[in-house]
């Protein structure tokens, strides 16, 4: 049987609080008896001291006169009210540091009644309730395809879009970084998170180039040129990580620093600023607001991270570079929120209308050579055998896709260019099938009777297994429609993913014995039902639906 949240759970959890409560009302009521107590005792110490003042002034008369008494006597009785007086005051010293010492010790209670640290951690997969074998796939596998179902839903809306990018990466390498609110810091997770954004970077965007600059001490530092070569970005990052953050964040000689890169690129080509910064202040040697307006006049358009609070100035700079649009600056809520954002700039920005046009650009298909001779390659210099040959000018260079260093032509190969096109014209989203209405179980006799009709199938069950593997969902292929077995029969069109050709998998509330989701996602083009992984492949890897693409011409 799959997991459920379980009664019997349910109640220990709800005994276990109950316990912790009682614990709690135990302690609250023993400190007020205390606290009585001690009200008691203050209120007969003043009661014994109003008496001896009383007797005092009765033997020895307000002003102090003795009344029949000698001098000594006086002396004495005198001697006994300071030490009377003394003594509560020593009382309530004492009674004031006892006080504070529970107040101290409060702070470090736990819900036992012991000390904090000893109580029991209470974890939220404790009220998981696993079967006799325990299986807790059904609960599990859930969980992962809803995961899955967020990350494939992506915007299909076709815009046009600048599919040859050039991106500068700021990133922030401040003491700011040193915070611990990611694990293990700010600064280890960005570097991480930056070099996953490199690879799917290139990989969705083959003929765009990026740079990396960072800021510390009050300085930008360029790390990595901008190039079309993912590994060279990746090595400056990893040499970054044996660094330490250090110093304060200068946004304007980022920002300065990434103008100057993006001044050669031409004009067919997106200029793209993403900055990750999780600093709340910026030090800046001069006006920013100048800056700003450099980036909007030359179409340099900039997106912002932040890690940390909201800042007005990345606020002003998202909304003036990007035609008064102030959403592409977000603050991340978590790390799995800091890695949405980071993996949403891997789709290039809308075309703005201010700058529509069409502009016909000439790229090279060079032809791969092999050599037995090396020979040096014209972008590194260095003595490789084979490599490309520009078709313009015969350079040969080492990879593609690149710029010519000769003839400044873009070289790249049909499927960098066809790699690139999704971006244009997006894969519609699969729709989730529904769970059809359950009709009323038919009555099965000795535990469980199966009745078959023509057209199709119709398993029922006296009892739902519960089970996740292929006998969970039991299907005759004397029709077109599978039916799920259970309490009540649901009747599907397939029982097969179309794309990885698995069976779907039968997830149930082993409480109500009802279907959790169908498994099913369907192209409205082609009709065919796909699996939750075949899914995020289709969208994420393969850009085209393989039903379709079956179809007859």
């Given amino acids: 049987m799959a997991p459920v949240i379980g009664s019997d759970s349910e109640e220990e959890a709800i005994v276990g609080v109950s316990s912790k409560k009682h614990v709690r009302i135990k302690t609250l009521r023993e400190s007020e008896e205390e606290e009585e107590e001690e009200e008691d005792e203050e209120e007969e110490d003043e009661d ?43 009382r309530l010293d004492k009674k004031k540091m006892k006080k504070k010492k529970k107040l101290s010790n409060a702070n470090l209670q736990g819900a036992n009644g012991g000390y904090a640290w000893e109580d029991d951690i209470q974890r939220s997969w404790d009220l998981v309730k696993v079967d006799e074998e325990g299986n807790i796939a059904a609960l599990v596998a859930s969980i992962v395809e809803a995961r899955k179902k967020r990350a494939a839903e992506k915007t ?63 300085l930008a530092h360029l790390i990595s040129q901008v190039s079309g070569n993912p590994q060279e970005h990746i090595d400056a990052l990893k040499q970054l990580r044996k660094e330490d953050s250090q110093g304060n964040a200068s946004l304007q000689n980022a920002l ?47 997106k912002v991270i932040g890690l940390s609070a909201q800042v007005a100035v990345c606020k002003e700079l998202c909304k003036q570079t990007n035609y008064g649009d102030g959403s592409y600056y977000e603050v991340i809520l978590n790390d799995h929120h800091f890695k949405e954002l980071l993996t949403g700039c891997v789709t290039p920005l809308p075309v703005s209308k201010v700058n529509k046009g069409f502009t016909l650009v000439k790229m090279g298909f060079p032809t791969r050579v092999f050599e037995e001779t090396p020979s040096f390659c014209a972008c590194h210099s260095r003595l490789v055998h084979g490599g490309y040959v520009c078709p313009n000018c015969n350079t040969k260079v080492c990879s593609l896709p690149t710029v010519c260093p000769s003839c400044d ?19 519609k989203t699969f729709q989730e099938v529904p769970v059809p209405a359950t009709p009323p179980a038919a009555p099965a ?21 519960g089970k996740t593997d292929a006998d969970a969902g039991n299907t005759t292929a004397s029709g077109t429609s599978t039916t799920v077995s259970g309490t009540d029969s649901v009747t599907f069109p397939t029982s097969h993913c179309f794309g990885c050709q698995r069976r779907f998998p039968v997830l149930r509330n082993n409480k ?4 959790l989701t169908s498994s099913r996602y369907r192209c409205e083009e082609c009709t065919r039902d796909f699996c939750i992984d075949c899914d995020v492949f289709i969208h994420e890897s393969l850009h085209n639906c393989p039903g379709c693409e079956a179809r007859p011409m």
Wanted: with cysteine; charged share 20%.
């Fill in 48 to 90: 014994e001291d109003d008496r001896v003042n009383s007797e005092f002034k009765k033997r020895h008369g307000t002003g102090g006169q003795p009344r029949g008494q000698t001098p000594s006597q006086i002396v004495e009785a005198r001697r006994l009210l300071k030490e009377k007086k003394l003594n509560k005051k020593k």
């Fill in 156 to 218: 299909v809306t076709p815009y046009q879009r600048g599919i040859i990018r050039t991106l500068v990466l700021v990133l922030d390498c401040s003491e700011a970084m040193m915070e611990k609110d990611l694990r293990p810091t700010r600064y280890a997770m960005t570097v991480q998170y930056a070099i996953d954004f490199i690879h799917e970077y290139f990989d969705q965007n083959p003929i765009s180039q990026l740079g990396i600059v960072v800021m510390k001490n009050g």
């Fill in 256 to 302: 300065e620093m990434a103008r100057g890169l993006l001044l050669h690129v031409p004009a067919h080509c997106t200029r793209e600023v993403l900055i990750v910064f999780g600093s709340l202040s910026t030090t800046d040697p001069g006006d920013i607001h100048q800056t700003i307006a450099s980036l909007v006049h030359e179409n340099i358009r900039a």
């Fill in 445 to 465: 006799g000795g535990g469980g009777a199966a009745a078959t009709t023509t057209g199709t199938t119709t398993i029922t069950t006296g009892k739902t297994t």
């Fill in 512 to 515: 109500t014995g009802e279907l």
């Fill in 409 to 427: 032509l873009m070289l790249i190969l049909s499927t960098h260019l066809a790699r690139s096109y999704h971006h244009l014209m997006p894969l």
